[in-house]
């Protein structure tokens, strides 16, 4: 079994800033960072993080990300990193990105972050890189059957 962490440590007006992990038996080992929506007490469409806790991963094979990255990263995709079951949000993913702007309750990943005390809208750089690099591992233990779940905890 795959377990991921999101450790969330900034939360601004417009945007969580996180980290994202791999736990093992050996500890934790750092993918990359993360940037979601705000957070708030009453959900807005496409405006906020999805509540803390443990969902499971899957691949979604349908809809425009899929089509998308299937010819964006051809021989890599092979479906949506799709976080299950959560409460009141539909189609949470994990993708690319750069500011808040780019998420609806989505996770997204990158290999550079800027301050978002500083940034309202949250920033992430070298998405590309950091989803290339993350996604094969997580997607392949999904494909073998393997259980996949990502917990989201609040530092902030």
Known sequence: NMKLEVLRFSSQ???????????SDLGRHFLC???????????????????AGTYKIELRT?????????????????????IQDVPNFEYILIHTGNTDEHTAGCLIVGDAQENNNILADGFVGKSVNAYKRIYPSIAKAIQQGEEVVITYIDYD
């Open 62 to 82: 349908e809809g425009g990300f899929h089509g998308r990255y299937s010819k964006k990263y051809p021989g890599v995709h092979i479906g949506m990193l799709h």
């Open 13 to 23: 007006v417009d945007s969580t800033s996180g980290l994202l992990f791999e736990v």
């Open 33 to 51: 960072y993360t940037l979601e929506d705000e957070r708030r007490a009453l959900k807005v469409k496409g405006e906020t993080r999805v509540p």
